[in-house]
Every structure is written in structure tokens, then in C-alpha cells.
């Protein structure tokens, strides 16, 4: 019996806060109700109804082999026979930290942990606690999980629902953290000079993937390296979104920037709960049990994710691969922006390898305060349009998209062709 999308979400709404899991799942802020996955494959995702979609978000990022891929599930099958978890310690988490190691060169020990808001959560005690400084400081925009210090300015889900700043995080919490507009130089430096001293952390999405796609201007991260370097703040870069996606090791590896520590998920777990730090070991070697910065987790490093994750690690090593992808975006994106100007729509993009973004206005945006100026309503009209047509796009004007190996010719041929439609709407008014 085939279920609707409609009764499930009703359900739903009944049991589920906003009847999701999380919040942008919900299509509040391009209206409509969301539809409910039933299964997915390579460059594909087919709800309970039976419609296929292209999907552009692969699970907000981890899905970067495509869905389902074959290896990734033999692994998962090969290893899921010996038991899910054991709460011992297991080989396959040996060769995770050795692999992370090898491929993110500025991490020389790691901690695995089940999702991206622990991995960003623990990176700042363990900054607070090595440095015995309070403040941490973040961009306008950027989100790092659901942490109590991060919820101020947040970009995400925050952003699209309006409450960039969130009732329940303590006041006395939030004026610890500093927020400052990315990819201003002055403004960085001003805030240092002022309450340098007291800056445990500053953490940045080093591409903000979370206000759209909002590439460093030259120089700016290397500007962020030399601030926290001057004043004895530890440099995070959050690379949940940006690890393994915009090269094989990340935005530190594509900008030449090499930060204290970093925070990485999605595709360390190729679709299973994973959150990872890492950096370095005078660093590391604080956390407990061989230092006294307390971080645990009965799930952490379980064989299952582990095994997904190895195995998404191994695809993407192979020779060649993020300059498939990269061409594949580039080939997605011209594709969008020369349909939008058929149909005499102001439309740009952002790219970075497997990542991109899409604005409502002549240039893709450098700041937050662009990103927030592009025009919602088109992106509102164009979201739907593409939804009818089967491709689907973040339901959010603040999300980057994603690509993955399996997005292969056929499925961005396809694309452009239902963006050419789509833009007409959106033209049409
Ligand atoms: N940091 C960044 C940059 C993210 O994009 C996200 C999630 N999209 C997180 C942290 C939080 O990760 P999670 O949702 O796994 O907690």
C-alpha cells in the first residue's frame, strides 16, 4: 500500500515538532508541505508516492559517491554481521583517525563523535580549556550545530526560520560569544585588538555554506590565521560541510591554510551518525582520558559509521575525483546561469569543487548581509517550480547545494532543462 506524503506529514505534526526532525525538512520558508523519502540511489531520491527527484542536497552533504552506492553498503554489511556496537574499542576506529590523518594533514589526532554540533561543541571546550580563555568568536551567518555559544547570528536553519538567535540559550552564555561579518578584514582585526586577551577560539565556516555559498575573499582566511596566531586564540575551521567536498582535504587544503583544529561530519560517515576534531596533538592530547577536558560518547566511533565512512573515503581518494565533480558544477552552474538570462531573470551562482550556490541578484554574495539581501521570493517560486518538475533543491535560500560523482551528464542536462522552465515562472511572476 502506497502511504501519501500528505497523511504521513500530518501525522506527523501530530507526534513531531513541526513534524520534523529537523527543522529546514519542513519547507517553512518556501511554504508547502515536504514529502517523505522512501528510498534513494546514486543522483536519486523517489518519495512514497513514487516521484523521482535529482537531488541536490544528499542528505545536507554526506551522499558525495551518490546514494546507496554499492561499496558503501557491502561495508556496511560486511561489518554489521559482527554486531552494531560494543562499547570496547574496534579496529575500524584505528583506521579512521589514521585515515583522517593522512588526508587533513593540520589534524595529527582525532576524536570521533556522533554528529557535527558535538564535533564543533567539544572543539570550543577544548579551546576554552587549553587557553583558560572565555570568549569564542563567529561569523554572522555561519552555522556550527545547535550549541548553546553558536545559536547567536546563526545562518541554516536559524536563518531560514527567522530566529538567528534562539530563547533557551542563557544571556550570560551568548555575551561570550563575539559574532563578526565575514570576509571583513578591518572589523576581525578591531575585535582582536580589543578583546584579543580573552579570545579562546575563533571557528569559521571556512566557505559559508550555511548563509548559501560564500566563498573567502583573498587572503581572508590567512587574515583570520595571523589574528588568532598574534593573540593565542586557537583557529577552527568548521569543515562539516567543506571536508572532503570543496578538495580531498578540505577548504584548508584548497585556501593553504592550516588551522589549529577542525570539525568535520557528513561525509566522514557516509550517511551514518558521525561527527569528528582533530588537530593538533599538543592540543588533542588535552582531551580526556590523557588530558582533563572531559568529552565522551557511549556511540562514538561505532563500527557501522565507521565502516560507511572508510568506504566514502576510499571512493573519493580516487584519482581524479574532485576535478570530476568540480567540472560537473561547473557544468551545472553555467548551465543555471545561462538559462536564467533566457528567461531575463537575475540569477548567479557560487561554486567551490562539489558545492555551489544560487542568488536572486546580478553576483553571488561576499557578505551575509547580501546573502540576506538576494531576492527570497524568486527563490521561493523558482524551489517550487523545480520541486514539480523532480529536482530538488535545499527548500531554503540559505543553503548551499551539493553535487555528487553519481551527477553524472544525463542528470544535469536534465536540470538545466527544468531550470529553463522553472526560470520562465519565476520570469511569469
Ligand atoms: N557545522 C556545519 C558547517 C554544518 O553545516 C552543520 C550541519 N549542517 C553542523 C556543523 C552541525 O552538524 P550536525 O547537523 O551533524 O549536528
Redo the contacts with the bound molecule.
Sequence with gaps: MTQSNRDLFSRAGERMPGGVN?PVRAFKSVGGDPFFAQRAEGAYLWDVEGKRYIDYIGS??PMIAGHAHPEVLEAVRAVMGNGLSFGVPNALEVEMAEALCRIVPSCEMVRMVN??????LSAIRLARGATGRPRIVKFEG?????GDSFLVKAG?GALTLGVPDSPGVPKALADLTSTLPYNDFEAATQLFSEVGGEIAALIV?PIV??ANCILPHEGYLQHLRQLCERHGAVLIF?????GFRVALGGAQERYGVRPDLS?F??IIGGGM?V?AYGGKAELMRQVAPSGPIYQAGTLSGNPVAMAAGLATLKLIQAPGFHQRLEAATHRLCDGLEAAAREAGVTFSTSRSCAMFGMYFRESPATSFAEAVGSDVAAFRRFFHAMLEEGVYVAPSAFEAGFLSSAHGEDEIAATVEAARRAFAKVAAG
Design positions: 529537523s545536507w552533504g554528529s557535527g554540533t558535538e564535533a564543533t555561519c552555522y556550527h550545530g545547535h541554516s565556516e555554506g550555511n568548521d569543515e562539516v560541510m567543506t570539525t561530519g557528513k551518525p561527527g
